[in-house]
């Protein structure tokens, strides 16, 4: 099973270059499910067909599927929202308001990511494609799973506990709502499906993210940017496509300065994600809609490239031995020592690039480790990791 979720600033031909690749796997054999996560559903006006929220089937060994953000809300956040609105409505807050104060925002596509673990479990399809949202939230999106758990593993067991012992006290003494069992179930639930969502997003043999990006300066300022973030999450790219290249064939010289830009951009192109492959895709003389033109979008794309192998082995963050000690290097490009805060805390390690966090849970190995220094090693940060020496008293003894 191959996950490939596509990204990218608003417009650039996310989801065109993702339904042709869908239509590429497809025709190459392989069962293909397509699905888009972003509000502004425009699947099926790329493909000029109706889809559902469930898989449809537009063509031979292909499916789409629009999911409907509202309905997951509903499968996955009910149970903990009806609670959340009774205390709310508790503490005298009117039952409208509680209801909005009780959805946060970004939930509702956090639960279509939950589709993704559903598709992969269900071993139905060979291909999953993910037509996501334009990046910024996309990555909010991506760090979600993690931030959530993280909040869900620290404060879930220990109220329960706490309950545990005074539901019996607290219900004599006030009316105050107390979550049971099913509100529990339903978080623990969450947890486990947000786990699985993750670890399928970090497999490298089953997960890829390819960004999208047109050869224009912002366009490109902006997958940079995802490109480190999505580094800093442990997410792999395996490509960036290049879409929208005025062809050779224009000659017309009110494109030729065009041309000299688009050159230049896409020189920065590589200078920024070599080795990661460059993939192209002209500017076509019309849209690119329906799927005989998907098809020949995806020829452009690929060439001879098999769209659904692993196209490069990308290692966002790994752990090596060097010396007594061990490096733990992240893949942080464009990103300099004075933009970001590192700190240890137990078992833990925090990292902040501009405005993303990460909270990195250490390896086995390293947790008996202390933090020596933090540096960077050209697109690498490599936090080295050393033995803490031993008090005086223990040396002079052993
Ligand atoms: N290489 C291209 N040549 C011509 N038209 C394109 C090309 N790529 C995308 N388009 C058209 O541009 C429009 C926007 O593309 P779309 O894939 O919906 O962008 P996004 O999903 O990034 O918002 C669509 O009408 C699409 O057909
Ligand atoms: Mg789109």
Same mark, same amino acid.
């Given at each position: 099973?191959?996950?490939?979720?596509?990204?990218?600033?608003?417009?650039?031909?996310?989801?065109?270059?993702?339904?042709?690749?869908?239509?590429?796997?497809?025709?190459?054999?392989?069962?293909?499910?397509?699905?888009?996560? @972003?509000?502004?559903?425009?699947?099926?006006?790329?493909?000029?067909?109706?889809?559902?929220?469930?898989?449809?089937?537009?063509?031979?060994?292909?499916?789409?599927?629009?999911?409907d953000a509202q309905d997951r809300l509903e499968d996955n956040w009910r149970e903990i929202q009806d609670y959340m609105t009774q205390v709310m409505n508790w503490a005298g807050v009117e039952t409208i308001q509680a209801e909005e104060l009780t959805v946060i925002p970004g939930l509702?596509?956090?639960?279509?990511?939950?589709?993704?673990?559903?598709?992969?479990?269900?071993?139905?399809?060979?291909?999953?494609?993910?037509?996501?949202? !334009?990046?910024?939230?996309?990555?909010?999106?991506?760090?979600?799973?993690?931030?959530?758990?993280?909040?869900?593993?620290?404060?879930?067991?220990?109220?329960?506990?706490?309950?545990?012992?005074?539901?019996?006290?607290?219900?004599?003494?006030?009316?105050?709502?107390?979550?049971?069992?099913?509100?529990?179930?339903?978080?623990?639930?969450?947890?486990?499906?947000?786990?699985?969502?993750?670890?399928?997003?970090?497999?490298?043999?089953?997960?890829?993210?390819?960004?999208?990006?047109?050869?224009?300066?912002?366009?490109?300022?902006?997958?940079?940017?995802?490109?480190?973030?999505?580094?800093?999450?442990?997410?792999?790219?395996?490509?960036?496509?290049?879409?929208?290249?005025? !062809?050779?064939?224009?000659?017309?010289?009110?494109?030729?300065?065009?041309?000299?830009?688009?050159?230049?951009?896409?020189?920065?192109?590589?200078?920024?994600?070599?080795?990661?492959?460059?993939?192209?895709?002209?500017?076509?003389?019309?849209?690119?809609?329906?799927?005989?033109?998907?098809?020949?979008?995806?020829?452009?794309?690929?060439?001879?490239?098999?769209?659904?192998?692993?196209?490069?082995? @990308?290692?966002?963050?790994?752990?090596?031995?060097?010396?007594?000690?061990?490096?733990?290097?992240?893949?942080?490009?464009?990103?300099?020592?004075?933009?970001?805060?590192?700190?240890?805390?137990?078992?833990?390690?925090?990292?902040?690039?501009?405005?993303?966090?990460?909270?990195?849970?250490?390896?086995?190995?390293?947790?008996?480790?202390?933090?020596?220094?933090?540096?960077?090693?050209?697109?690498?940060?490599?936090?080295?990791?050393?033995?803490?020496?031993? !008090?005086?008293?223990?040396?002079?003894?052993?």
């Amino acid at each position: 099973m191959r996950v490939v979720l596509f990204t990218g600033k608003g417009g650039v031909g996310k989801t065109t270059v993702a339904a042709a690749t869908a239509v590429r796997a497809a025709a190459a054999g392989g069962r293909t499910l397509v699905m888009s996560t @972003d509000p502004a559903h425009s699947l099926a006006d790329s493909f000029e067909v109706e889809i559902g929220s469930h898989p449809t089937e537009i063509a031979e060994n292909l499916w789409a599927q629009q999911i409907d953000a509202q309905d997951r809300l509903e499968d996955n956040w009910r149970e903990i929202q009806d609670y959340m609105t009774q205390v709310m409505n508790w503490a005298g807050v009117e039952t409208i308001q509680a209801e909005e104060l009780t959805v946060i925002p970004g939930l509702d596509e956090i639960f279509a990511l939950i589709d993704v673990r559903t598709h992969v479990e269900s071993g139905r399809y060979d291909m999953l494609i993910v037509d996501c949202a !334009p990046t910024a939230e996309t990555l909010r999106l991506l760090s979600l799973p993690e931030i959530m758990s993280w909040y869900i593993e620290r404060i879930f067991p220990v109220e329960r506990r706490v309950v545990k012992t005074i539901r019996p006290i607290v219900s004599k003494m006030t009316t105050l709502p107390i979550a049971g069992d099913a509100v529990f179930g339903a978080v623990e639930r969450l947890h486990r499906n947000l786990e699985a969502v993750k670890k399928i997003l970090t497999d490298e043999r089953t997960s890829s993210v390819r960004l999208v990006v047109n050869p224009e300066k912002m366009v490109i300022s902006e997958a940079r940017r995802t490109y480190t973030y999505l580094g800093l999450f442990g997410y792999r790219v395996d490509a960036v496509v290049v879409n929208r290249v005025l !062809p050779d064939e224009i000659t017309d010289p009110y494109f030729g300065k065009w041309k000299d830009i688009q050159a230049e951009h896409l020189a920065t192109v590589r200078e920024s994600f070599e080795p990661v492959p460059i993939l192209t895709a002209r500017l076509f003389d019309r849209e690119m809609v329906g799927v005989t033109l998907l098809e020949e979008m995806g020829t452009e794309v690929y060439g001879d490239l098999d769209a659904t192998d692993v196209l490069y082995q @990308d290692e966002p963050i790994r752990v090596r031995k060097r010396g007594t000690g061990y490096v733990l290097s992240i893949r942080l490009p464009f990103v300099s020592r004075d933009d970001m805060d590192i700190h240890r805390k137990g078992d833990e390690l925090f990292i902040r690039v501009g405005s993303y966090k990460r909270n990195l849970i250490l390896p086995q190995t390293l947790k008996r480790m202390a933090v020596r220094e933090a540096t960077f090693a050209g697109d690498r940060l490599e936090i080295l990791f050393a033995r803490e020496p031993k !008090p005086a008293a223990e040396r002079g003894r052993s």
